[in-house]
């Protein structure tokens, strides 16, 4: 079976912190998909585009609520619906990797992609008018000049709780394809069959059963003496009856 | 989504020239028609640029007709404007025939290009094909009756028909329930999710191409709009004998047709775009 890169995000782990936004954001924008631009970064209404975005939301009603942040970026699909509509060939999935990729040269910027996409995965560039989306770090993961251990996607390098995990999902003794049989990986969206090759791990309550004999340990130390039945005051003490 | 007026332009005037051509073809009429349905077109082809970024590279577009329904429409409408100037040249039964073919053609590429969408659950429905042929031919039909008096029972009947068709399609979009929930759109198994920050402080594509942004009485004044010019209207003025004056009200109700198709159509990437913060 062919490769499938992928990432595996751990909803458990990230603390919403976009240190992956950012270092996709400075990586992709300066290497050979850049740049992404952006529109009024500093005005009251800024825009740009991203391969990476980091949401938040709430789940439950207060005060019983969690928040889960939520990174989301292409999810490079096994089946990716936007491919076979993109009317240049543009849009394409690679056979050695299963990236899927847009080549910038080729888009028209007709945008069907993207309304093809369930994910909201792809962003037309507001300057260049074609349409953007993550690459997997294609230009990174492959580098020769890197030292091997950072042939790794910029967010996954980035993150400080090493929330994201990248391999081959198609390996199963890679630590991604590991993580997914393991830990409850899952797909977003399954009921439209698109096979997203991302998989994110769920949130994990570590809980603990405790019984109520648990609470008290019998053999306590402490509380010997309180069990037994007190010296009446006249009894001579431990003091009184030892000569040390 | 947000309906966008190249698109809207584009599927409504190449739809009339579609329609005006068959009607003109089938009853032997004048070469005017052809020459009218021509101009249509080509009104039509102009609008689609607008629609894209780069329009400098449209003509790499052909590429994908194995694939892709866009693909395929962007080789049949040329296709079918040189079979209707072909036409209009040599008015020979062959050359009209093959520009019936294409325009059938062309009514499926177009409907398909959303019909396809499978995720697109109001657009993902033969009857997206078949009202997009179906209000061509009327809107061709009505025009065709502009031209020559003779056609006005042929523009009520079609208009009829494609109205009745387009009634069946809201009834249908009105019991849609979308497959998508947040529930699966992050795979957080709990009914109660609220989106607290989308990781951008202003707007995004996302937010700008999905959503139309209006209030829900624009949207209802559309559909409204819709119902009564794509049909009642333009019928009452055909009786009065105003064929241009029903013309244009049917027109004006194709236009509130896109609007409402685009508008009413819930994309699932907008479950990621509830709050912005």
């Not at chain 2, 990781?199 to 709009?225: C, D, I, K």
């Amino acid at each position: 079976m062919s490769k499938q890169l992928a990432l595996v995000i751990d909803l458990n782990v990230c603390v919403g912190c976009h240190a992956c936004v950012t270092s996709c954001k400075e990586w992709n924008t300066q290497g050979s998909a850049g740049p992404l631009t952006d529109q009024n970064p500093y005005g009251a209404d800024p825009s740009g585009t991203f391969f990476n975005r980091v949401q938040t939301f709430e789940v439950g009603e207060f005060p019983r609520t969690e928040t889960v942040h939520f990174p989301k970026s292409c999810l490079h699909c096994e089946d990716p619906p936007c491919v076979p509509v993109c009317p240049t060939g543009a849009s394409y999935k690679r056979a050695e990797d299963g990236i899927v990729l847009v080549d910038y040269d080729k888009c028209i910027g007709c945008k069907y992609c993207s309304w093809a996409c369930p994910y909201g995965a792809r962003e037309l560039d507001g300057e260049q008018k074609v349409m953007k989306k993550c690459t997997l770090c294609v230009d990174r993961i492959y580098d020769q000049a890197l030292p091997p251990a950072e042939r790794k996607p910029a967010c996954v390098l980035a993150c400080p709780t090493s929330a994201r995990i990248f391999g081959d999902i198609h390996d199963p003794a890679s630590e991604a394809s590991r993580a997914i049989r393991e830990q409850g990986g899952y797909a977003l969206m399954p009921e439209w069959g698109t096979q997203p090759a991302n998989h994110y791990l769920p949130r994990r309550k570590t809980a603990k059963q405790i019984h109520p004999d648990e609470l008290e340990r019998h053999d306590n130390p402490l509380k010997v003496d309180g069990k037994l039945p007190r010296p009446a005051t006249g009894e001579p003490a431990l003091d009184d009856v030892t000569s040390w | 989504m947000k309906p966008a007026w190249s698109v809207i332009l584009l599927t409504t005037l190449i739809g009339a020239a579609q329609g005006l051509f068959l009607a003109g073809f089938l009853s032997g009429g004048p070469r005017l028609f052809a020459l009218i349905a021509l101009a249509l077109a080509a009104a039509g082809l102009a609008a689609s640029f607008f629609h894209l970024g780069r329009p400098e590279r449209a003509w790499r577009s052909a590429a994908m007709w194995r694939t892709s329904w866009l693909s395929r429409e962007v080789i049949v409408l040329p296709a079918f404007m040189a079979a209707v100037a072909a036409w209009a040249v040599f008015p020979e039964p062959w050359i009209g025939w093959i520009g019936v073919a294409l325009a059938i053609a062309l009514f499926v590429c177009t409907g398909m290009i959303y019909a396809c969408l499978k995720f697109l659950q109001e657009w993902h429905t033969p009857l997206t094909v078949v009202n997009y042929t179906a209000l061509g031919i009327a809107s061709g039909t009505t025009l065709a009756a502009v031209l020559m008096p003779s056609f006005i029972p042929a523009a009520l009947a079609a208009g009829a028909l494609a109205w009745a068709l387009r009634l069946a399609s809201l009834a249908r979009n009105a019991r849609l329930r979308p497959k998508s929930t947040l529930a699966t759109a992050i795979g957080v198994k709990h009914p109660r999710i609220r989106q607290i920050a989308q990781g951008a402080m202003g707007g995004s594509f996302n937010t700008r191409e999905f959503f139309h942004g209006r209030p829900r009485e624009v949207v209802l004044a559309a559909r409204w709009a819709l119902v009564a010019l794509v049909f009642p209207a333009p019928a009452l003025l055909l009786l009065l004998g105003q064929p241009a004056a029903a013309f244009l009200a049917q027109y004006a109700g194709l236009i509130a047709e896109r609007w409402y198709f685009f508008a009413d159509a819930r994309h699932p990437q907008n479950l990621y775009y509830q709050a912005i913060a």
